[in-house]
């Protein structure tokens, strides 16, 4: 995660990657913080992040493969997200490989201005199944790079701000106007935002842009409001 946006690694990173001596790390494909799994007494025990998308990610990708060992194949999905450009023209964009699609398959649905390419692979192991998607991954982001914000199941474009916010350790904040505080409230719905919003100021007026925000009255009226 660190080494992908050239990072260097934190305490508290380092606090994320903690797991039990004697159990299983599991992987988390939607946030920092691993899983363990640990066998006492003759029960499981699962340990996952609070959070519903990383938790419902981790049991999909990491959870039923580790509690179905005995199957001959296992299966792994990725979730690729793409803003800004149409469903239709995604596919033209990756048609020969949908044509061709084997191994992993590709899938595209949209909702709400978000499409998302889901892979899936099936090998005999999760390494060998990680290796297929990297390579199925590298191929679809050499033609989509632009449009592409993030990869995980139900990831939004601002979940992805705020991760990659609180990554760098970088704060946001908002001068409103017509919106009327719609931008914070759309940070605020997110679990862990007090750590990088600041907050938002709504000035509608233009004298409330001069006298609050420091807005120049020469900007507003070459401008706008």
């Given at each position: 995660?660190?080494q992908k946006?050239?990072?260097?690694?934190?305490?508290?990173?380092?606090q994320?990657?903690?797991?039990f001596?004697?159990g299983?790390?599991?992987?988390?494909?939607?946030?920092?913080?691993?899983?363990s799994a640990?066998?006492k007494?003759?029960?499981t025990?699962?340990?996952l992040?609070?959070f519903?998308?990383?938790l419902e990610?981790?049991?999909r990708?990491?959870v039923?493969?580790?509690l179905n060992?005995?199957q001959?194949?296992?299966m792994?999905?990725r979730?690729?997200n793409?803003y800004?450009?149409?469903e239709?023209?995604l596919?033209?964009?990756?048609?020969?490989?949908?044509?061709?699609?084997?191994?992993?398959t590709?899938?595209i649905?949209?909702?709400?201005?978000?499409?998302?390419?889901?892979?899936t692979?099936?090998?005999?192991?999760?390494?060998?199944n990680?290796e297929?998607?990297?390579?199925m991954t590298?191929?679809?982001?050499d033609?989509?790079?632009?449009?592409?914000?993030?990869e995980g199941?139900?990831?939004?474009?601002?979940?992805?701000?705020l991760d990659?916010?609180?990554?760098k350790h970088?704060?946001?904040?908002?001068?409103?106007?017509?919106?009327?505080?719609?931008?914070?409230?759309r940070?605020?719905?997110y679990s862990?935002a007090?750590?990088?919003?600041q907050?938002?100021?709504?000035?509608y007026?233009a004298?409330?842009?001069?006298r609050?925000?420091?807005?120049?009255?020469?900007?507003?009226?070459?401008?706008?409001?």
């Open positions: 995660h660190y946006r050239h990072i260097a690694l934190t305490d508290k990173g380092k994320m990657a903690y797991a001596k004697r299983v790390t599991l992987g988390n494909p939607r946030g920092q913080a691993c899983g640990i066998k007494k003759g029960h025990y699962i340990f992040p609070g519903p998308h990383e990610a981790m049991w990708e990491s039923v493969p580790y060992p005995s001959e194949e296992v792994t999905s979730y690729l793409f800004g450009i149409f239709s023209a596919a033209d964009k990756l048609d020969d490989l949908i044509v061709h699609q084997e191994n992993p590709l899938a649905y949209s909702a709400e201005g978000i499409v998302t390419v889901r892979l692979a099936k090998g005999e192991c999760l390494e060998a990680a297929i998607l990297e390579d590298r191929q679809i982001l033609r989509l790079a632009p449009y592409y914000f993030g199941y139900g990831l939004t474009p601002v979940k992805a701000l990659d916010l609180m990554a970088q704060t946001l904040s908002f001068a409103e106007s017509l919106t009327g505080g719609m931008a914070g409230e940070i605020v719905n862990g007090s750590r990088v919003f907050g938002s100021l709504v000035a007026t004298e409330a842009k001069q609050v925000i420091g807005v120049e009255a020469k900007t507003i009226e070459s401008v706008g409001m």
